[in-house]
Structure formats: C-alpha cells, structure tokens
C-alpha cells in the first residue's frame, strides 16, 4: 500500500508541473479548499463565524469575509416578476446592473441592454455569463431551477476572469439537494400580458386632411378632395374611404402566460439531488389566429425545462457531482418579421385601404404592400425548435492525507444548442380596389400561393470546458490561510464560424485573514485570448483588495447604536478581450462580396474585396478598477451598503483613419488607442421592523455610473464643442433648435440653414459658432445618451398572519431619447401621422404649433437630430406588486403539505414617463408587456 | 511539508483506482492540449492575399474587384454619393437640367453650397480604393501558376486601365492628386504630395499607351462586353488629352496656382495636336474593328435612342453593367431618375431652356422661343426641333413610351399643379428613361461611345488647325447621324475657327446630353462662370390654364444659380487638408 502511496504523490507532483510549471511547490501550502468547481465537500460540520457563503468567481467565500464588491438576488425575489426570459426578471434587483426593456415578443424577450456599471469603453461592453462556473446563457433557465444570481463589479470580484473580466460578469448558481427529508415543490402562475403602451396614430380624416395641408405646405396640388374628406369624415364608404386602426385590427386586447414548475430535493449524507420539470407557455397579441395553426399562428413560446442536479460522496476521500440541465423551446410566428410588421403597422395609414375587399379579398397596394392583417393571418407560419443540454461532471478529491486542508477538482462540461426549423408559408395576393361604389375594379399585387412546407436553417452552437482547481485552507489560531490555483479552458463552436473560438486561463487567489476582522485577497489571472496573435495572446491580471470590520474592534463591539460595520477596498488589473471589426483582425483579411456584371445577360461575377488592414499588435483593452465599500447594520433595523467605483480603461480599440490619408486606398486596422474613465456609487439602505404580528420594510437604493471618453484618436474637427472625446460614450450631438421660422422675414433675417431651403414652419436652429450658417458644426452635445446613469428602486413590504403584501417600483433617469422614423416623422418616407403631429405647424397655428410644418417631401432640415426630437428618457415603473396568502400550517399538516401560498401579481402594472405615445425604453417594434397574475406554491 | 499521516487502510482500493483514474485522464488531457499552441487560429477557409493569387478562378475574382470599385455610373443610385450625384444626376447639376425639388444633391452646387465640408459629387477616398486594388492585382498577379504569360499580360493591360481610369476620374475633378502607383501600407513614409496636372496627365497618357502596346484584346465575345479593349485606352487617352489641351489647363491659371495643380500653367498648341492624334486613333481603331455609330433605322430618331439605351450596341466602347436592372424600390434609382408620377419618380429632371436652345430644329435652324405664346405654337415650335430633342426630352403634350403614353403638365385655373406637374425646364429629361419601367430590364451606364470621338477630333482638330475640312467631316458623322444637315465651311454660320468652335460645343452639349459630359465641358472650357451656364437665372417654360380653357405658355426663371471661380477644381475634403498630407486647391 505503501507505494501505491508513493505513486500517487508522484503523479500529483507531475500534475502540478505540468500544469502550473511556474508556481513552485511551496506555493502548495497556500491553496486551499472550496472554490472553482463547487464546492462538494460537506464544509458545514465545520463551524464558521461568518454565516452564509456566497457565490463568487469559481468558488464561494462567506459573505462578512468578502473584500469584493458582488450584488446577489435570490430566486425567490426573482420569481416575483413573471417572465418568459430569465433576465426581465432582474430590473432593479442586482445594484450595479443596468438594464433596458427590450421586445415582448414571446421568445425574443430579452432586455434590450444590460450593463454592469454602465459604460467602460466606447467599443463592445458585453460581459461573460457564467451558469454553475461555466460560461452559458442565463435566459431560458426556469426560474426556479436558479438559486441565485449575482453580478461581479470590483477587480477583486473579476480578478479570476482576467483577460475577460473588463465589463463585469454574472454568474448564476443553480439550486442543489439539501440532505434532508424529500421536498416537493410545485408552483404555478397563470396570467395576462398586455402592451405597455401602443403608439397613436390619426384617423383616416385627419390623415387625408393633414396630407392636403403637407401638399400645400410644398407647394404640390391636394391629394384629396372636399367630397373625400367628406367621405372619411362620416365613414359612409368602409371600402373606397376606409378608416382602419390597424393595431385593432391585428392585435387582440391580450395574451395569456403560464408558468409550472415541479421540483423535488432531499437526499442522505452520502447522495443529495434537486430536480427539476418546468413547462412554460407564452402566446402573442395578434387577434384571431388559429390555435390548430391549419392556415396561421399567432406568435407563440412554449419552453420545457429540465435539471438533475446529483452530489454524492463516494468515499471520504472523493465526491462528485453530476448536473444535467437542459430545455426544449418551440417557437411559432405569423410568416412575417415581427420587427417589420409593427413597422407596418405603425407606417400604414389609416386610409390606405380595407382590411378585405368587398369581395373577401385582402386589401393592398403598391406602397403599402403587404397588409398588416394578412400578413399575421394569411401568410401561413414559421417555427424553430430548440433543444439545449449541458452536463457537467465534477470530481473533487480531499487531499487531507497529503497536507490538512487540501482539496483537489477537476471538472468537465459539455453544453450544446441546436435549432431546427419549420415553417409552412404561403405568399399572399392583394387588391388594390378603386372604381366606384357600384362599379369596383381590382388590381392585384402578388399571387396567392399553395402552402409550401421547409425545413431549413438549421443552427447550432456547443462549448466543451475543462477546469481543475487546487484548494488550500488552514487556519491556526488567529490566522487562516487560503488558496486557490485553477485553469480553465473552454473551446467554443458555432455554426456560421469555421473557426472555434478558445480560451485559456490559469487564475488563482491567495487569502489571508487575522482574528477574524482582517481579511486581504491577492487575485490573479494569467489569461489569454485567440484574438491576439502569438506572442501577444497572454496577459497577467493581479488586483489587490481588503477588508476591515470595525465592529468587532473593541470602539464599536460594544456599541448598541452599530451592530455591524465593515469597510472593504480593492484595486486591480482586467481586460476585455471583446474585439470589434473582424475576429482576428491581426491578419489581413480579404473577403467575398458582391459581384460585377459582364455580357450581354448582365451575368454577375462575385468579387474578393480587401478587408482593413491587420494590426500585429493588437491587444486587448485594460481596466484599472478601484472600489471602495461601506455596509453595516444600524440600531439592528437598518442595513446599509454603499459602494464607489473609479475605473480607467485604456487601449480601446479605435482606428487611424482619421489621420491616415485616404490616398492610402485601404481601411485602417484597429488600435489600441482609445481611453474611458468610468465612476459611480451603487447605494442601498433597507429598514426593517415589526408592529406586533404586522412586519413591515422599507428599501431604497440608487446606483449611478458616469464615464468620459478620454481619448478615441478622433477626426479633426471644425469646433471645439464638435469633439466626442470628453463626453460620455454614445453622447447624442445634434442642432439646437430654436422654434420654428415664422415667416419669409424671419428666415431672412436669419442665419442660412443649409440642409434644405427652408420655409415658415421649419425648424430654426441656433447658429452656435457664428458664421451665419446653420450646417453640422453647429451640432452640439444634447442631453444624455439612451443608456441611463441612474437607475433607482424602492420596496416597500410587509406581512400580517399569513398575509403578505410587496411593491417594487424601479426607475431610471439621466438620460434622454431622440424620437426619429417611421413612428414620430409624419410622412417622411410615406409614413402615416402620428398624434403627435397633429398640432403642426401652419400659418394659423404658428404662435402655438408644437410641430414642424408637415411636408410629403424629404426634408432634412426638420428630420436630423436636434434638440427638438430630444425627449426626456426618465422612466418610474412599479415592476412589482404581489399580494400573497400562506394557509395556516395546521389546515395543512393532515394532507402531509407543509406549505401552500397564493397570490396575485401584477408586473409593470403602471409606468411614469414623458414620451406617452409608446414605450420610453422600446420606442418602435412588438412593445414591452405589463401582467397581471395569478399563482399557486404548494410544498409537500 | 507534506503530511502523509493518512491511514491508508481506510482508502479502499476502490477509491485509489477511482482516483488514479482521474488524475491520469487529467493528465493526458492536459499534455495533449499543451502540444500545440492552444490560442493558435486553425486553418480555415480564410482568404489571404497568398490563396486569391493562387489560381487563376480566385485571381480573376479579384480583378473583378478591381472593375467593380468606382466604376463610373451616372444614375444616382441607393442614396449614395458615388453614382451620379446624391438622389441626382450631374445634368441637374449643369446648366442642362435641374430637379424641382430642392432637398436632393444637384442642389448643393447649383446654390454653391459645397466644398471641403461636403461635396456630394464624389467620394474621393473611393477612387484610391480602386487604385490600390489595382496595384494590388499588378503586384501580384505574376504568382499565379495557371495563367498563361498572355493571359496575364491582358489582364495586367486591364487592371493598368482600370487604375489610369480612376485617376482620370480624379484629375477632371481635382487637377494634380498624388499619384499612387503601389500598395501602400499602412507604417513607414506614406506621405505623397498631390503631383502636378501635368505629371498626372502624363501618368494616365503612359499607362494608356502601356496597355494599347499589350496583348488586351479589341473586341470579346458576346458574354464579356464590358471587360476592357484596346479601345477603352484610346478613348481614355483622347478624353484625357483634350481635356489637358482645354483652356481650364492649357494656358494661364484661372487662379494663382504655385504648384501647378489646375493646369500647366501656360498655353501650348501641340497639346491640342496630341488630343487631335489621340481622337483619331480612336476612330481609326473603330473602324479596324467594328465598332460604329448606330444607323441601322431609317429614323435618326431611332438610331441615336438604340445609341444610348440598348445594350451592347455597336458605337460601345466601354459601358458598365453593374447598375442591375429597372424596377421598383430596391435600390433606390428609378424613384430618383423618372419623373414625378411615373415608375414611382419622385421628381424627375427638368431640361433647361438654355439646353432646349442648344438644340436646332430639324432643318438646322435655331429655334425661336418667344417670351409668351399659346399652348399651340409651343407645340408647333417643340415638334419641329430635331429628332434627338424629340428622343431627350418630354414636353407637355409629348409621348413617353407606348404604356405611358402621352404627358402634359400645368398650372391649374385653381392654381393647383396637374399630374406630373410641377418641373423646373421646358420638359423632362428622357433620353435614357424610356425603355424602363417596373420590370427587370437591365440598364446601363455608357463609359466611352463612338460619337464622343468624331467631336473629340473635330475639336482639337479645329484648335491647332483651324477650320480643317478633317474638323467639319467629323462634326458632319454625327449630324448625319441624328438626321440634321450638314454644316460646311461655305455657310455664314460656320465659316470661322470661332464660330466652328462654338458649333463644335453646340453638337457635343446635344448628342452627349446628359451624359455627365457638359458639367466638365463648361469647366475645361472656362465658360462656367457665363451668365446662363453655371451663374445667374436659369429658366424654363411653364404652362397656365386660362379661365376659358385655354392654355399659354410662359418663359420664367426658376433659379439663379452661384458660381465662383474656384469651383473650376474641386477642392481636397477637409478630412484630408486636417490630416496634413495633401495641399489645398486654389482659391479654397
């Protein structure tokens, strides 16, 4: 037995060679248990003064001994939000996550953005998703198959992600089986979805009427007669005179939702399990589909959720863990893209034909080709079929026997995503009709076609990780040690890249704590990324950080006023490896595009261009991040936590081409030449307290996140005031309007706008570097950018025997949007009226019109950007209400339930904003939803 | 360090298998995956400069490339600035024509409203693209194995073409640019000052002739029209040279102009006998191979319409043939070029009077166009103007095409427009047009057609020996042609250098009406700043209803139009003057 001992300390001494040649031995001391791959080995026996543990970056730590800054929300807040994609649950929930509503779409309903304190670079801000340590997609997980979700912010939080830690990350952990007597749980909701808000547009009288005006207005004969207007005035002719919304048309007034979970967990000391059965349906807004989808559907979502979580304990020497996770999505659409139908439907005007014909048949014409109605109900439908499946095996061993403390894991995932698609579609024949009332003639537009069944566009993705970590954790009187040495690698391939993407990291963390109150990280990554070409493809990644709780220095431990209080640092090195332009763009790179004709058949021969030139020095952006963190607990009611950041990125990727002349005849090559400065403050404050059986809270917070563009290697410019560089990313710049021009008096006396001949009506703009020429050098900054630097929350909550009750309202502000296309500029492109335009600009009207003259004509003297189109972005809505009723245990116990709770629920029940006529965050496309729900969580 | 106090007896052998296993899978992973550089990118199907110049199929894809970047196009297309002008064309842009309405691009130079802030003529950038790509096919092409030493001698002739066209594109706008004749790249010295006019014209000429001397054929079948001939250089190497005898360069500077960028900076008569030669070779070579001017038709009417509009036909010397076809909305063209209320047109292009003017009646007469007069004697004076009027512009009360029909446009009694209405001219342009509507005809921008030459050599002809018979033979094949009389030496109306000069200018603003010839013509010829050319009111006729019913017609001025001298050069875009490489023309 003897030398098998000996053998295997040979072949662990290999292993560490091998694969950390640099580390030298000793270093082994320092590493210590969980981390990495979850931790497996039972740790609760031991006793530990800090509580809870929390997730971290491939591994946990517990949460008073915590020198980073993470902001975790657990599953049973999230579920409060009904929702068909895990992240529209997280608005507000996770201080330092920025986000924007997105599409309700069912299926495609993801937020529009999300950032992890806000803007760092003027280039990609995406971060890394991490399910269970491993890089995944955090939007079809069922929510209750999550345990908890957390965003990781400071470089001590991010210290492991290295290369690719720059913009934040989260990172979500699944739920695991508790040893224990068996739990069933089994929780349904059920409810109705509706448009935020729908944008309005004019009637068919007030359209025609207001396009004669626009005709006027450009000096063009009427369009519609008095007999016309007449006709759409009273709306005696449906047929040749139609006055059609088309949102009534298509949409119905709402859609239902439901959501069913079952889950069982429990298990021995030696075997524990969760698992998981989820079905979810979501169906869209569109009226009279057909349920049997014969001739059409509406738009619709079902997803089928699966999860075995398995830990064992093999021996006392190795556990192991064995997670399949996994889902089914069918997806069914109307034949026709969402985004450009509610164009359509936004676009069409009122008058621009029936629905049907007299003779049944679709209405249409040229312009407004295809039919809002008959393209959801005519046109047939398309599927897609997903399937996801990832597994994941963990191995850890206790390496007790070789040195206290001492654990070793490997483990090895597979995630793979397929899409299959069906479709059944048919192209659908218009008429347009004119003529007479008695005497109808048709024009088709298209033919009708037989319903023609596919089966293409397949899609497909799967990603194969390994890690394996060492751990080290001792402690000795006062002091404890801990360590970590991991590596991790990740190969990842989707259809569309022949190339798979890698990468490769070798992280690790050392942490050292005395007596309990201070505690010190040193967190390092050695990553790299195929983006750069060798010799450049590896950085090294250190941060420093600390933490002090100072209530448990004599001053305070007695202190009746404050029961807790730690303050916490860190500073430290990442990188975002994200590039823009093209994947290794340290070659050049030539592709195929478009062709040239020759002969007399105009045959088109394909054409290889020239790509930008390849940059060998390419490398990848590097954040400087400093944090600096307050929390405690006052008086035993009120926790606080305040965090403040400052992060300098540099080496932002920009091009040359502004100061490379263009006789060069080829694109410039990224550089690493631009530099952001980014700073903020994530703050919370939570009051809790009881009245007899009535417990109540109250919790506020804000976070804040403003950056400035230092340096982006920009074009020389004409002014001062015309310079992105010192702005934050994505400032708006635009003209400042004044009003509109009264008269022919008032533009000659004015400076000339050089975009178009203006007349009275037009907007005025203010002449800002005084050459009496209004062109684009008298843009300026406006306003804010669309992402906004606030977001603010507010719960408020309480429970009374059995009763519960909590409101979440979330708001965002700084920041404004620039209405501009089809739904805010009348007529522009043959665009329909908005209400908005109503009261626009014409002689009568000009001391009080609140709108541009109206022209049927291009005019880019209204349409630009400009003050005028700038709208205040500030949105407050109450995400949240829920009212819930648990049933007193003791009606329960004799049908062996421990626990039933009902409730009602409502989400984005009321929104505040300045905009009104459609969604302040999803201004144009398939709006965002309110709900209204209710459900059922029963445990046995 | 290592405490091996573990009581082994406890560890199953089970465990230690289980373990063993494990740790030994762990390191094979580890030690393959360390074999290679795991970051490294794989082979893919990348194309690299290295796999284009590998055979012949890929070499030739990217000489198509070099064709396709900045070929000229005169029909705006897509909204983009390269083809045309901005949601125009150049005609609307010179005393020929105007759009009614006043947002698209023609507008901006017609009000003077352009320079180095934004001329939305031209993408300077875009021509070097064109350029480099050449270079980068010349550079390379001699690696590919499978192409035979002739083959690449052709198509080296046509990537040398392609290079000295852009160029040519470029000089007729800015004068001296800086000449590029590698593949620059993007480190070390790249500074290259703008040449002289001179030294570009010379750079042009010598790469015309390089690519006459090679083995590029005259003429290919039928499924390459549109690849480069021998023609194409001769006719490039006669445009170039007449433009370098012009006044604009071929004499003092209209500007000072230090650095010689504008022009030679002094006059010299043999410049004009070069573009004499250069004319005549182009029509020698015609001859030798087939290529002529179209009179198949017994209308003259007919054959200048097949001339311009049908494919292939045989007076092409080079046309491109990328625009794709007519039809609706995708891209944007029809909506830009046809007139308002047919095919979708937005608004169309108005023909000026002073370009009615230009042309004769039928007899060879010029036409007398009152201030004022009945609907009647408009028609009578517009059906009696010659056939290419009749084939270039729509009038009031005037055919389109067979499914049109017949157009009119006026002004209402209630002072509203009628359909078709308003324009700004005597009628829309519609040479080019007829033959489009919402199908999927193919059309076509014409480069170089035979006719250009016979006016090429008549008027260098004329320049350095004045009134030769040679001159009014030539002028003479392309009024026969359109069905006019000839002109001769003996008439009153020619029997001058001068007034042959003005007859010579005359016939080049009608047959090559609208071809983006007389926006340049005015420049090199120094006319531009005349009242009525490119300055001062411009005017059109314009129809009233009358309360009985009747309808008179009206001569009116639509706009007066801004020019400065400066404007004879464009200038540099200022992005490039900030940059700090290039100098600025003269006068901006």
């Known amino acids: 037995m003897q030398s098998i001992m000996n053998k295997k300390y040979i072949v662990l001494r290999l292993l560490l060679v091998a694969v950390f040649p640099s580390i030298g031995m000793t270093t082994q001391a320092q590493i210590r248990t969980p981390d990495t791959v979850k931790n497996n080995v039972d740790t609760s026996s031991r006793k530990h003064p800090f509580g809870e543990k929390i997730n971290v970056a491939y591994g946990q730590q517990y949460a008073r001994a915590l020198t980073s800054a993470i902001s975790t929300v657990n599953s049973t807040v999230l579920r409060k939000t009904p929702a068909t994609t895990l992240s529209n649950t997280l608005y507000g929930r996770l201080p330092g996550l920025t986000m924007l509503q997105g599409s309700g779409e069912p299926g495609y309903d993801a937020p529009s953005a999300m950032l992890i304190r806000g803007n760092g670079t003027f280039q990609n801000s995406g971060f890394p998703v991490f399910v269970d340590g491993f890089e995944s997609s955090l939007d079809q997980l069922a ?243 997903d399937r996801n499946l990832n597994a994941t095996m963990r191995l850890t061993e206790d390496l007790g026997f070789l040195l206290k403390g001492l654990t070793f894991n490997q483990a090895f995932s597979l995630n793979n995503w397929y899409r299959a698609n069906r479709n059944r579609t048919r192209s659908i024949g218009v008429y347009e009709l004119s003529g007479t009332e008695t005497d109808y003639t048709y024009r088709q537009h298209g033919t009708t076609s037989d319903f023609a069944v596919n089966r293409s566009g397949n899609d497909q993705w799967n990603r194969t990780n390994f890690q394996t970590a060492l751990n080290y954790d001792r402690h000795w009187n006062n002091h404890e040690f801990s360590g970590m040495l991991m590596y991790h690698q990740d190969v990842y391939k989707v259809s569309g890249n022949e190339v798979p993407y890698a990468t490769q990291n070798l992280a690790g963390r050392l942490n050292y704590s005395y007596k309990s109150k201070y505690f010190t990280e040193l967190g390092f990554s050695y990553s790299g990324s195929e983006n750069f070409p060798a010799g450049n493809r590896f950085g090294f990644f250190p941060t420093l950080s600390a933490a002090w709780i100072l209530s448990e220095e004599d001053f305070l431990k007695n202190s009746s006023a404050i029961n807790f209080l730690k303050v916490r640092g860190s500073a430290g090195l990442v990188g975002n490896d994200r590039l823009v332009g093209s994947r290794f763009a340290y070659a050049q790179n030539y592709f195929y595009s478009g062709g040239y004709n020759f002969g007399q058949d105009n045959t088109s021969y394909g054409v290889i261009m020239e790509g930008p030139l390849g940059n060998p020095n390419l490398s990848w952006e590097k954040s400087m991040k400093y944090n600096l963190g307050l929390e405690g607990n006052v008086l035993k009611k009120v926790d606080f936590s305040l965090d403040l950041f400052y992060e300098n990125r540099k080496d932002i990727l920009a091009t040359n081409d502004a100061v490379v002349p263009s006789y060069v005849g080829v694109g410039m090559p990224y550089q690493n030449l631009g530099r952001v400065s980014n700073r903020g403050f994530e703050f919370d404050l939570k009051y809790t307290d009881q009245i007899g059986d009535f417990n109540y809270f109250i919790k506020a917070g804000a976070f804040y996140a403003q950056n400035k563009i230092l340096e982006m290697s920009e074009v020389i410019r004409a002014e001062d005031y015309l310079y992105r560089t010192g702005h934050q990313v994505g400032q708006p710049f635009g003209l400042e309007a004044l009003g509109f021009f009264k008269d022919q008096n008032d533009i000659d006396n004015s400076p000339l706008q050089t975009f178009t001949p203006v007349k009275p009506g037009d907007l005025k703009y203010k002449d800002q570097n005084g050459d009496h020429v209004i062109n684009e050098n008298d843009e300026i900054a406006i306003g804010k950018g ?144 309110k709900s209204f729900n209710v459900g059922i969580n029963v445990q046995f | 360090m290592f405490s091996f106090n573990i009581k082994i007896k406890e560890m199953k052998s089970f465990n230690i298998k289980l373990y063993m296993l494990s740790a030994t899978g762990l390191f094979l992973l580890f030690s393959s995956s360390c074999k290679r550089d795991f970051l490294e990118k794989p082979n893919g199907s990348d194309v690299t400069i290295d796999t284009i110049f590998s055979s012949k199929i890929k070499a030739e894809t990217f000489l198509w490339n070099v064709y396709g970047t900045y070929m000229p196009n005169g029909f705006s297309n897509d909204w983009n600035i390269r083809d045309g002008m901005q949601a125009g064309m150049l005609m609307a842009a010179s005393d020929e024509g105007d759009i009614y309405d006043s947002w698209p691009g023609p507008n901006s130079h017609n009000e003077g409203n352009w320079g180095p802030q934004g001329n939305n003529e031209d993408e300077f950038g875009s021509h070097y693209k064109g350029i480099r790509n050449a270079s980068i096919f010349l550079e390379n092409v001699d690696r590919v194995p499978d192409i035979s030493a002739t083959e690449k001698d052709q198509m080296k002739a046509e990537a040398i073409f392609l290079r000295a066209l852009q160029y040519a594109e470029l000089v007729k706008r ?92 002094s006059y010299d008569e043999r410049r004009w006998v070069e573009a004499a030669k250069a004319s005549k070779a182009v029509l020698d070579w015609a001859a030798a191979n087939g290529v002529s001017l179209v009179k198949s038709n017994p209308d003259a009417g007919v054959n200048y319409e097949s001339a311009i509009s049908q494919q292939d036909n045989p007076e092409i010397i080079l046309a491109n043939k990328s625009h794709g076809p007519w039809g609706d909305w995708s891209p944007m063209f029809q909506q830009f070029v046809m007139p308002r209320g047919i095919y979708g047109g937005w608004y169309g292009n108005g023909v000026t009077l002073q370009m009615a003017q230009m042309y004769q009646t039928a007899t060879g007469e010029d036409q007398n166009w009152p201030a004022e007069g009945s609907y009647q004697e408009l028609m009578q004076k517009m059906q009696q103007m010659e056939p290419r009027f009749q084939q270039s512009v729509a009038y009031s009360g005037s055919k389109w095409n067979d499914e049109i029909g017949t157009i009119s446009f006026y002004k209402k009694n209630d002072g509203a427009w009628s359909l078709y209405a308003p324009l700004n001219g005597v009628g829309y342009m519609k040479k080019f047009l007829t033959r489009g509507n919402w199908g999927d005809e193919y059309n076509q921008w014409i480069i170089f057609r035979l006719a250009e030459f016979y006016l090429n050599y008549a008027e260098a002809l004329n320049e350095h020996s004045a009134m030769d018979p040679a001159s009014y033979d030539a002028l003479n094949m392309i009024r026969e042609r359109a069905g006019m009389p000839r002109i001769t030496s003996a008439d009153p109306n020619y029997n001058s250098q001068e007034k042959l000069r003005k007859a010579i200018r005359r016939e080049r603003a009608v047959e090559l009406a609208f071809e983006e010839h007389r926006f340049f013509d005015v420049r090199r010829w120094k006319i531009a700043g005349d009242e009525g050319v490119m300055k001062g009111k411009m005017w059109g006729l314009n129809l009233y209803e009358q309360p009985n019913g009747s309808m008179i017609y009206k001569m009116e001025s639509f706009e007066s139009r801004v020019w400065q001298d400066k404007m004879y050069v464009y200038p540099m875009p200022q992005t490039e003057i900030d940059k700090g490489y290039v100098t600025q023309t003269p006068g901006w």
């Not at chain 1, 007193?888 to 004799?894: D, F, I």
């Not at chain 1, 049908?895 to 300045?914: E, G, Q």
């Not at chain 2, 993007?186 to 030294?199: M, Q, V």
Request: glycine share 8%; with cysteine.
């Open chain 1, 143 to 385: 929510v209750d198959e999550v345990e908890t979700v957390s965003v990781l912010k400071d470089a001590a939080a991010l210290a492991l992600y290295g290369i690719r830690g720059a913009n934040g990350a989260i990172i979500v952990t699944t739920k695991r089986g508790q040893a224990g007597k068996t739990k069933i749980t089994f929780n349904a909701q059920t409810g109705l979805q509706k448009p935020t808000q729908l944008p309005d547009f004019v009637g068919s009288y007030d359209y025609a009427r207001l396009y004669n005006q626009a005709l006027t207005n450009d000096g063009l004969p009427s369009r519609y007669s008095p007999a016309d207007l007449d006709a759409y005035q009273s709306g005696s002719d449906p047929y040749l005179h139609p006055d059609v919304n088309w949102y009534d048309e298509v949409l119905r007034k709402n859609a239902p939702f439901s959501n069913y979970n079952l889950s069982f967990s429990g298990g021995g000391n030696n075997a524990k399990y969760f698992i998981l059965l989820g079905y979810m349906n979501s169906k869209g807004l569109y009226a009279n589909t057909d349920e049997d989808r014969a001739e059409n559907s509406n738009a619709d979502y079902n997803r089928y959720n699966f999860r075995s979580n398995i830990d064992l304990k093999l021996n006392k020497i190795v556990s192991a863990s064995f997670d399949i996770g996994g889902r089914v999505e069918d997806r069914f659409f109307p034949n026709y893209n969402g985004t450009a139908l509610w164009e359509n439907m936004a676009k069409y005007p009122a008058n621009a034909y029936p629905v049907r014909n007299p003779n049944n048949s679709w209405g249409g014409n040229g312009i407004y080709r295809d039919n809002p109605v008959a393209s959801v109900l005519g046109g047939g439908w398309t599927s897609s079929n």
């Open chain 1, 786 to 929: 669309w992402t906004p630097q606030i977001t603010y929350t507010a719960t408020l909550g309480a429970n009374y025997k059995g009763f519960d009750l909590e409101l979440f309202f979330q708001g965002i502000t700084r920041r404004n949007v620039y209405l501009s296309g089809t739904y805010f500029w009348a007529l522009q492109n043959d665009a329909n009226i908005p209400e908005l335009a109503l009261n626009s600009w014409t002689p009568e009207t000009s001391g009080n019109a609140t709108y541009p003259r109206l022209s049927t004509l291009p005019n880019a003297n209204n349409y630009r950007p400009s003050t005028f189109w700038a709208k205040s972005g500030g949105v407050l809505r109450l995400r949240n209400v829920e009212l819930g009723y648990t049933f007193p245990t003791r009606l329960l116990s004799k049908a062996r339930i421990s626990n039933v709770r009902t409730f009602v629920s409502a989400v984005n029940a009321f929104t505040w904003d300045k905009i009104k006529s459609v969604d302040p965050e999803s201004l144009t496309g398939y709006p965002p939803l």
């Open chain 2, 174 to 265: 800015y004068g001296g640019v800086p000449l590029v004749d590698k593949k620059l790249e993007a480190t070390g010295s790249i500074k290259i000052p703008r040449s002289t006019y001179e030294e570009c014209v010379n750079f042009i000429v010598k790469s015309c002739d390089e690519v006459i001397a090679s083995s590029i054929p005259d003429s290919y079948p039928t499924g390459w029209r549109g690849r480069i001939n021998r023609g194409a250089a001769l006719a490039l190497k006669s445009r170039v040279l007449l433009y370098a005898a012009s006044p604009l360069s071929n004499g003092a500077p209209y500007l000072p102009d230090p650095n010689n960028l504008t022009g030679y900076g």
